[in-house]
């Protein structure tokens, strides 16, 4: 019978004196390591979270993709609308090409017009430049007429005086520049 008291009193004193190592050591790891614990734990909640996301998004596209492969109709109507999408899409291209083609065509047209009345203009002892000048305008008639350039306003002042050149090294203000000394640097080696 003592022999049993004496287990049962030395027990609690074992499960105590456990307790106390237990709370010491993780007392002590807390206070060293604690923040870092909290951080640890937060990165590892928000990246559990993003990828169960993702896997549940996964999965859902798994689930679709095995739902459309059993229903052909699907697919078929999908392929369909793309291929009418692409048919629609090279239609508007090549409407635009042709577009892009009769405009050069139209423009070489031009070209070509205004090099034969050049060359008959020559064949005729004309200058050709008026000649030129005179189907640009005949082309832009709401261009003006004169050919003389716009005076330039009296109002104006001048940017700056007549006699400053800025590499004469005169008539400029305070500042100057002097060139450094020649010779070896002082750096004391």
């Known amino acids: 019978m003592e022999r049993d008291e004496e287990q049962l009193s030395a027990r609690p004193a074992l499960e105590t004196e456990g307790l106390r190592f237990l709370h010491v050591t993780v007392g002590s790891l807390l206070a060293t390591y604690g923040w870092y614990i909290v951080l640890i734990g937060i990165l590892l909640f928000v990246v559990i979270q993003k990828l169960s996301a993702r896997l549940r998004a996964l999965r859902q596209r798994h689930l679709d993709r095995a739902a459309a492969a059993m229903e052909p109709d699907i697919v078929v109507k999908q392929q369909e609308a793309l291929a009418a999408a692409r048919l629609k899409m090279q239609e508007e291209l090549n409407a635009q090409a042709e577009k892009y083609k009769e405009k ?8 070509r017009r205004q090099k034969i009345e050049m060359w008959d203009s020559m064949q005729e002892g004309k200058s050709y430049r008026g000649n030129a000048r005179k189907l640009q305008e005949e082309d832009n008639p709401g261009s003006s007429t004169s050919s003389v350039p716009p005076k330039r306003q009296p109002d104006r002042k001048p ?7 800025p590499l004469s090294g005169e008539g400029g203000g305070t500042c100057s520049w002097r060139p450094g000394r020649r010779g070896p640097s002082s750096s004391g080696g």
């Open 104 to 111: 050069l065509r139209q423009l070489e047209e031009e070209k």
């Open 159 to 165: 940017l700056r005086r007549g006699g400053y050149n």
